[in-house]
């Protein structure tokens, strides 16, 4: 078995893994990355990642008072106190940091959370979006500064196991290509994303069935990290929630329908249905909770939403990327029939109850009572449009799961936490493989904060934990 020293090693060489292995490396201290993928194109959901840097849809340059409101309108107060208030003053000096380090950012379309977005932007078309483009060239940045001051990346190897001794972390074992590596390190942190692609953790958190959700993301996120932590004994939080979109569900099988376009607008304009005609779900709440409601059902694929001409030639055509036309110059299928009763007959819905649903929606639309209807329908968010306008139609829809939210708990310095909520000696994780800050909440609201915000700033918090400790060897 291959042996390594090094004082802190990285699992994981997404935003998260980079941004603290650079951090600790400008600071004098041997670093080492273990990266799953490869080769040095590898694939992660930061490659992917449609680039913006935001906090709760709040400019990271905003002050830090207003994102900590927007962090507890999205949250009901249910997220970790000291990390919400970590998050909100940080992230404005971790961008600052990121752009010493030159990663380059640029405002992208009108909204203001977009002030933000990594440069240059996504292509809005092809399977090759990201190519070259905001998270690929700032994986490259990030790489380059971290073998610039002497730290070292091994692609092609799997973390398995921590080595715990006397209740510290004292290093790992990994395997690679030439056979199993054991790598002794005063400090681990854990720092390879969610458990959005691994069947068995989704099946015991998020879904029943989760071979029915669409992977809108690199397909590597697989909860490695996540059982390491459990079996040393970490606290696990907020497992039950992720961070995706409502797409097609023609994207199943049609690449060209995922990441993009999203259905999330049409959805929270009109209704969503399940196999029965009936309404299921609040879709004032937005895409993401919406996701996530698709996701929970006994059978994901059994969605359906129901919206009119007025909808699609109006929020159907919001957003950079829109379902209109998007949806169908891609290969999706978009059913359109010139009353309700010939709709449901080609969706495969029973005619007479979509009628009554989509009556009764209409009706509470008309007198301002949406909050009456079961389940309510609320309006604060998105505006319920009514659906009376021919022609109407449908589209069969997922659920596009890109991370899941919750994770190792941690505090703000990204130290990882036993059951009774004391520190791990040496241990540390940061990004999306932690939990506590996004998911929950007292509502029935999904709070979605900002992944790639977070990661920068606990990667960065994490790292400059360890080297103001950690004297190097």
Request: aromatic fraction near 6%; glycine fraction near 14%.
């Amino acid at each position: 078995m291959n042996a390594i020293h090094t004082d802190v090693a990285v699992v994981g060489a997404g935003i998260a893994g980079l941004t603290t292995a650079l951090r600790l490396s400008e600071q004098g201290v041997s670093t080492l990355v273990l990266e799953r993928g490869e080769s040095e194109k590898y694939m992660c959901n930061t490659r992917m990642a449609g680039g913006a840097f935001h906090v709760a849809h709040q400019d990271v340059a905003d002050d830090a008072q207003v994102i900590l409101g927007a962090i507890a309108s999205r949250t009901g107060g249910s997220a970790s106190t000291e990390l919400v208030e970590a998050l909100a003053n940080d992230i404005g000096e971790a961008t600052q940091w990121l752009k010493r380090q030159g990663v380059r950012f640029i405002k992208v379309g009108h909204e203001s959370y977009r002030k933000h977005t990594l440069a240059p932007p996504i292509a809005t078309r092809g399977r090759e979006y990201w190519v070259g483009r905001g998270g690929d060239v700032l994986l490259r940045t990030l790489a380059g500064g971290v073998t610039r001051h002497g730290g070292k990346i091994l692609h092609g190897v799997r973390a398995t196991a921590l080595t715990m001794r006397d209740g510290a972390c004292v290093g790992l074992h990994a395997q690679s290509a030439t056979g199993p590596v054991a790598i002794e390190a005063r400090a681990v942190v854990i720092c390879d994303g969610g458990f959005h692609s691994d069947m068995d953790l989704l099946r015991e958190f998020i879904s029943p069935a989760p071979e029915k959700l669409k992977q809108r993301n690199a397909q590597t996120g697989r909860g490695d990290g996540l059982r390491m932590a459990r079996e040393a004994g970490a606290q696990l939080v907020g497992l039950n929630r992720f961070y995706g979109h409502v797409l097609a569900q023609d994207a199943m099988h049609n690449d060209d329908l995922w990441p993009f376009p999203m259905m999330d607008f049409v959805c929270a304009a009109g209704i969503v249905v399940d196999m029965a005609g009936r309404r299921f779900m609040n879709e004032g709440l937005g895409g993401v909770t919406m996701a996530n409601t698709i996701a929970a059902q006994a059978d994901p694929l059994g969605a359906t939403v129901i919206f009119d001409a007025e909808i699609w030639n109006g929020p159907g055509r919001e957003y950079l990327i829109s379902a209109n036309p998007t949806l169908v110059s891609g290969g999706g299928t978009l059913y359109t029939a010139s009353d309700l009763g010939s709709l449901a007959s080609q969706v495969g819905l029973p005619a007479d109850v979509l009628q009554q649903t989509v009556a009764q929606y209409n009706a509470a639309v008309d007198g301002g009572a949406t909050d009456s209807l079961v389940p309510t329908r609320s309006t604060g968010g998105y505006p319920a449009w009514p659906i009376r306008k021919a022609p109407f139609h449908a589209v069969k829809l997922c659920a596009g799961i890109t991370y899941t939210m919750g994770g190792i708990a941690t505090d703000a310095d990204g130290r990882v936490l036993d059951q009774a909520s004391r520190p791990i000696a040496n241990l540390y994780a940061a990004g999306c493989a932690t939990g506590g800050i996004e998911g929950g909440g007292d509502r029935e609201q999904v709070a979605y904060i900002g992944g790639l915000s977070r990661s920068t700033v606990f990667g960065l918090r994490a790292a400059n934990a360890i080297a103001s400790t950690l004297v190097p060897a």
